[in-house]
């Protein structure tokens, strides 16, 4: 059994604890990642790869424009695919254009861009004869799920990290993690484990009502298709990202969503999409939440998606993949806490850690430190 230490011990290779590997390295501490996976497996893969900076508000948003400039070194530094072309949303009523117009007077250029229907149209390759207009969003940026965060590893790792793949952190103490293999002694210990801090901390995840969420993916064959350039939200989404849930009128939108689409709001759908650079189209998503998450996916999740899609784009493609991604959810949308001396819980407990979690850690170690 051997013993190492460190200054800074990370529990969990997602973005999160990346993000945090990133902050001690960048502060010249001794840093080691335990992850029980051979490598990055978990939500930080499973996404959409959709920095959604302008559909944060409050502390989020502090936290995406963080992570956003974390994005853009990173990916000049360790070299993997980014694109700042920006995002967009596409409105199909009323209520839709007037959260955009709303959002638009209140962030102003920079942020958001309004659009008729043609252009938005045009823009972005959907064919929603709907379509009453939407919006640019050119801060939000793009990275491919499936490269981003192993790459980022792959550099902290070349950049001295040391990292303990395949090693399931066991016990978590002041001033120690314990591994199968050995223990890590750590000055300082952040655990970015998602949903899983009820599997070390059971009171601190029940105080903060932390549950998990399940949610159904597709990727798509979109070879042949127009491009999507950009990444693609919808009405669904403005129920969702906390910039236009806040705003009056979200609630209009609710009520006509779940009129004339209920099974939209039954599965709970945040319908949207990104293209990865291979050309192959990510398309999502239901939530379902629960203390675990059935591992059993509804087949009708995945038809209504894919009815959802070709309306959106007029067009079928074939499915080239299914999963299930899993994060953590809890009414606040960051769990921040120390449980033990030096010990700091770090979980994004709602579905924006792409857009925050490298802003969110590097606040985290700041803290602890
Ligand atoms: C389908 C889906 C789509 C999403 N789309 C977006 C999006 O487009 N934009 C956006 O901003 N966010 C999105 N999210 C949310 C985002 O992916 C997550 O918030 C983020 O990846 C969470 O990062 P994390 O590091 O906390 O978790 P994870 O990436 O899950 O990493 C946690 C790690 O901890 C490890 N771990 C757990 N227990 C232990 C242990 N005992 N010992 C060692 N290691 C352990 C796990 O193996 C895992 O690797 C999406 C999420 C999903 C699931």
């Known amino acids: 059994m051997s013993e190492e230490a460190f200054d800074l011990v990370v529990v969990g290779a997602g973005i999160v604890g990346l993000g945090a590997a990133y902050e001690g390295l960048r502060r010249g501490l001794r840093v080691a990642v335990v992850e029980r996976s051979a490598g990055v497996k978990g939500a930080s893969v499973r996404n959409f790869g959709h920095v959604g900076v302008t559909g944060q508000s409050g502390e989020a948003l502090g936290y995406a424009l963080e992570a956003r400039e974390r994005w853009?070194?990173?990916a000049a530094e360790a070299g993997f695919w980014t694109s700042q072309r920006g995002g967009a949303i596409v409105a199909r009523g009323e209520e839709e254009q007037a959260l955009l117009e709303q959002l638009a007077a209140e962030r102003g250029h920079a942020q958001l861009r309004l659009h008729?229907?043609?252009?938005?149209?045009?823009?972005?390759?959907?064919?929603?004869?709907?379509?009453?207009?939407?919006?640019?969003?050119?801060?939000?940026l793009q990275v491919d799920p499936r490269e981003a965060a192993p790459a980022i590893a792959r550099l902290l790792e070349a950049r001295g990290v040391v990292f303990r793949w395949g090693a399931a952190a066991l016990g978590i103490e002041p001033g120690s993690?314990?591994?199968?293999?050995?223990t890590l002694r750590a000055?300082?210990?952040?655990?970015?484990?998602?949903?899983d801090v009820d599997q070390?901390?059971?009171q601190l995840a029940a105080e903060a009502r932390l549950r998990r969420c399940g949610l159904d993916?597709?990727?798509?064959?979109?070879?042949?298709?127009?491009?999507?350039p950009h990444p693609l939200l919808t009405g669904s989404s403005m129920l969702r990202y906390s910039a236009f849930a806040g705003l009056d009128g979200a609630e209009a939108l609710r009520e006509r969503i779940a009129y004339e689409q209920p099974e939209m709001i039954e599965r709970d759908v945040n319908q949207m999409v990104t293209?990865?650079?291979?050309?192959?189209?990510i398309v999502g998503d239901t939530h379902y939440r629960g203390h675990a998450v059935a591992p059993f996916q509804e087949e009708r999740s995945f038809d209504y998606l894919l009815e959802l899609n070709e309306q959106l784009f007029a067009r079928r493609a074939p499915v080239l993949q299914r999963w299930q991604g899993v994060y953590a959810s809890a009414p606040q949308e960051f769990l921040l806490a120390d449980p033990a001396p030096g010990v700091r819980v770090a979980s994004v407990t709602t579905g924006i850690g792409m857009t925050t979690g490298l802003g969110f850690a590097a606040h985290a170690v700041a803290g602890l430190l």
């Open 72 to 74: 853009l070194e990173l």
């Open 116 to 140: 008729g229907a043609d252009a938005i149209r045009e823009a972005t390759g959907a064919a929603d004869a709907r379509i009453t207009g939407g919006a640019l969003l050119p801060l939000d």
């Open 217 to 228: 993916m597709l990727l798509l064959d979109w070879r042949g298709a127009p491009a999507v």
């Open 177 to 182: 993690v314990t591994t199968a293999s050995g």
């Open 200 to 202: 070390f901390f059971p």
């Open 275 to 281: 293209q990865r650079p291979d050309g192959t189209l």
């Open 187 to 195: 000055d300082a210990v952040v655990v970015a484990v998602n949903a």
